[in-house]
């Protein structure tokens, strides 16, 4: 009698307990639905990694919350690597083109910046006292104006501009990397597919990017059908690369993306980053020695628009294109992301009823 009852008010906790799962996983299908219904999907992508990963670190530093104090600290090490690999290309570069500093103690600098330990990963890696003086007097030497006009010498990133000034700050026991610091840290290589959400109002962005992913395009590309907007990057100064990361590699990897069966909906944010670095490669490598149809001369306006015109040639789908030349650092690129979102999703609700 009693192992009945038992039994009895076993199959009954039991079956309370299946209905409460039951429950559970009903209301999570519900809110699951509910967010995908509010959820726009955003494509990033392109074949320079330093331009897509500032558009990402942007957009999650102005509208998601930005990074943790151990985040921050996680870039260190590859912004100390930067101060040194460029220190010790510049001095190379200075031998390479056979000029010496004018000062003998920027001579000696020169030493320091070679020898000096390189392992930034090391726990006990830190930078010896004399380095910062080494970096920052030979960066204001009158040499290095000499060298950047040389023949044989080919710009550094925008990057060095920014950190070489500020070299006591970046390599202090206390350093931790601001937000402008991170925009314009070294991007440590990798492959594969990320995703971030951010707010936009009632909606939220889910934005995808794409890193790596150069091969066999037509096997992965379908997974992305349902994005409402595409943000292509490409490096203007990347004109002269040979191989699969140079500027016609990016117009093929464009062309195969914009008129792609899956995108007949999408809009396509196309960002020529690099603006500044571009107008100083032009004056030394003419754009008519890789492109030798254009032949409209240095001028890098000219030049930036005949390398938009031809990005625009390959939209034979006809989707809406919002161009932008710009450098990657500019705050307003994210701004036009959220507006280009939202004119899409209400040109495709207009379609949807036929208004369009």
């Known amino acids: 009698m009693v192992s009945g009852i038992l039994a009895s008010w076993e199959e009954w906790l039991a079956a309370k307990r299946a209905k409460a799962r039951s429950d559970e996983i009903d209301r999570q299908i519900e809110e699951d639905a509910k967010f995908f219904k509010r959820t726009r999907n955003v494509l990033l992508m392109g074949l320079n990694d330093p331009d897509t990963s500032a558009i990402l670190r942007q957009m999650k530093i102005i509208h998601n919350h930005g990074y943790s104090h151990e985040e921050l600290l996680d870039f260190r090490p590859s912004i100390w690597r930067y101060l040194i690999e460029t220190s010790r290309r510049i001095v190379q570069d200075l031998r390479n083109s056979g000029l010496e500093p004018t000062t003998h103690t920027n001579k000696a600098n020169c030493e320091r910046i070679l020898n000096h330990p390189t392992d930034t990963n090391h726990p006990e890696f830190f930078f010896r006292p004399e380095f910062a003086d080494a970096v920052q ?75 790596g992913q150069r091969s066999e395009r037509k096997k992965w590309i379908h997974v992305f059908e349902h994005v409402t907007s595409i943000i292509f990057c490409t490096s203007l100064p990347d004109y002269d690369r040979r191989g699969e990361y140079g500027e ?37 490598v003419p754009l008519e020695d890789y492109f030798p149809e254009y032949t409209g001369g240095t001028d890098a306006n000219k030049v930036a628009k005949y390398i938009l015109w031809r990005f625009m040639q390959a939209n034979r789908a006809r989707l809406n294109v919002y161009p932008h030349i710009t450098d990657v650092f500019d705050t307003s690129n994210i701004r036009l992301v959220f507006v280009t979102v939202k004119e899409t999703i209400l040109r495709n609700a207009l379609k949807g009823s036929g208004i369009l």
């Not at 007097?137 to 006009?149: R, Y």
């Not at 914009?258 to 500044?276: A, D, K, P, V």
């Open 248 to 284: 016609g590699q990016s117009l093929v990897l464009f062309d195969s993306v914009i008129n792609s069966r899956w995108f007949l909906r999408t809009s396509i944010i196309l960002f020529l980053c690099g603006i500044e670095e571009f107008k100083i490669k032009l004056s030394k």
């Open 137 to 211: 007097e030979l960066w204001t030497d009158d040499i290095i104006p000499v060298l950047f006009k040389s023949p044989a010498y080919f710009p550094l990133a925008d990057n060095a501009a920014y950190f070489f000034p500020d070299v006591h700050r970046l390599t202090s026991k206390e350093y931790i990397p601001s937000s402008d610091d991170i925009l314009r840290a070294p991007v440590t290589p990798h492959r594969g597919t990320t995703e971030t959400c951010f707010p936009m109002g009632q909606l939220s962005i889910r934005l995808c990017h794409v890193v």
